[in-house]
């Protein structure tokens, strides 16, 4: 019997999008809710047999019923198809975090905070397994405590997990691939980490879907989440749906062979993404070019398509130099070396020692003087020749 549900994860409902304009304020605070509502379209033209949310369905703190009354109007149809979901809360919705009571329906399944327990559908021989977190920071091996597969059904583990540690992310429920893989389980939703990831194809299957919706330039990539096919070798296929109708593009243009705006503003374009949404870009520049000082923000803004708007925007370009002043910066780099060669930088070194590093260390303790001179060590020349010729390079590119 063949199997189809979706995997989502990290929600985030009511948290708030960096805003850009005025104008697009509404079409920012509706986003999450929109993109969540694409994924309950999604289940019903697919006709999944259930969906799971793998963490951080809610932002935070709760402090009225508002949010929860939103989340149950937005799934409402799934349960009116008698399509299953089954809701794990995260770090950002642990039971701690707010005082609202969620109690299981026969459609609507949420995963308890005190231990790790399972979820059926006897029709098609499915097990659900699945712990919430009690506190927002769990540093326990959950997947330890999920209990082994159960035999004869198609088992999926829900967990929200940095797994052995992901950078910029906290350490939260933390545990080893071979811990998933010890549990026998078939297929593990994974929530927390924002960014899509196949992180094991088979044996078990074990992927990150991301959030729905990014909230921001670092969460630029598409985002949505995985619609997973199950034949009746239990052969699995998941396959990514992006859900977000809002894009943070973050977008690194090298311009070292432009010379006019025009120019310019076709290698901007031709380096932006085809996109129909609407769109939030973070742009920098890069490269040598002449026209470092003539870079009009401006009509940078008038060149974009309507539907992407510049919110950030970097000029890490540089001027480019003069072959004269190329080959001055060279003849002082060479007179330098000749000078450490012939250890002819004795009165340089006194003039640094007596009006810059003796008083910039003047106000610490004698200790830590001489803690910071025997580390420093400013009367060593070869320290002191890596150290100008470095700086010396830096500025002729």
């Avoid at 304020?25 to 047999?49: F, G, P, Q, R, T």
């Avoid at 009116?80 to 969620?102: C, M, P, Q, R």
């Avoid at 979820?119 to 997947?143: P, W």
């Avoid at 020349?381 to 590119?397: F, G, P």
Wanted: glycine share 4%.
């Amino acid at each position: 019997m063949s199997i189809k549900f979706i995997h989502c994860a990290d929600v985030h409902l009511g948290s708030p999008l960096v805003a850009a304009s005025k104008e697009k304020k509404d079409l920012l605070n509706d986003a999450i809710e929109n993109a969540l509502k694409n994924m309950v379209n999604l289940a019903i033209s697919e006709n999944v047999d259930f969906v799971v949310i793998a963490g951080d369905l809610f932002d935070g703190k709760m402090t009225n019923a508002s949010i929860g009354r939103k989340f149950k109007s937005i799934m409402k149809p799934l349960e009116e198809e008698k399509i299953y979901t089954y809701v794990l809360f995260g770090n950002h919705d642990a039971e701690g975090k707010h005082s609202l009571t969620f109690s299981n329906s026969e459609y609507m399944k949420f995963f308890s905070a005190d231990n790790a327990e399972t979820f059926k559908i006897e029709e098609k021989k499915i097990a659900v397994h699945g712990q919430s977190f009690k506190t927002q920071s769990v540093t326990d091996n959950l997947a330890k405590q999920y209990p082994q597969k159960v035999d004869g059904y198609f088992n999926i583990g829900v967990l929200h997990t940095s797994l052995d540690g992901k950078e910029g992310h906290d350490n939260y429920a933390p545990c080893s691939i071979n811990d998933l893989v010890n549990k026998n389980y078939d297929y593990w939703a994974l929530g927390h980490i924002h960014k899509k990831e196949i992180v094991k194809e088979a044996n078990p299957t074990i992927i990150y879907s991301g959030n729905i919706q990014g909230r921001h330039s670092k969460e630029s990539e598409e985002k949505g989440c995985f619609l997973v096919q199950i034949d009746e070798n239990h052969s699995i296929t998941p396959i990514f749906k992006k859900l977000n109708k809002v894009e943070f593009l973050d977008i690194k243009v090298h311009i070292e062979d432009v010379d006019d705006e025009n120019t310019l503003e076709t290698k901007i374009t031709e380096n932006l993404p085809i996109t129909v949404s609407e769109s939030f870009l973070k742009l920098t520049l890069t490269g040598k070019t002449e026209l470092h000082y003539k870079i009009n923000v401006e009509n940078i803004k008038l060149s974009l398509p309507t539907n992407i708007e510049l919110v950030k925007f970097k000029n890490e370009t540089t001027f480019p130099k003069s072959e004269d002043e190329i080959a001055q910066m060279q003849d002082t780099i060479g007179t330098l070396m000749k000078c450490f060669e012939k250890q002819e930088v004795e009165n340089e070194i006194e003039f640094l020692k007596q009006n810059i590093f003796d008083s910039l260390i003047d106000k610490y303790d004698d200790d830590l003087k001489n803690e910071l001179k025997n580390e420093i060590n400013i009367n060593d020349t070869k320290y002191l020749k890596e150290i100008v010729v470095e700086q010396l390079s830096k500025a002729m590119k």
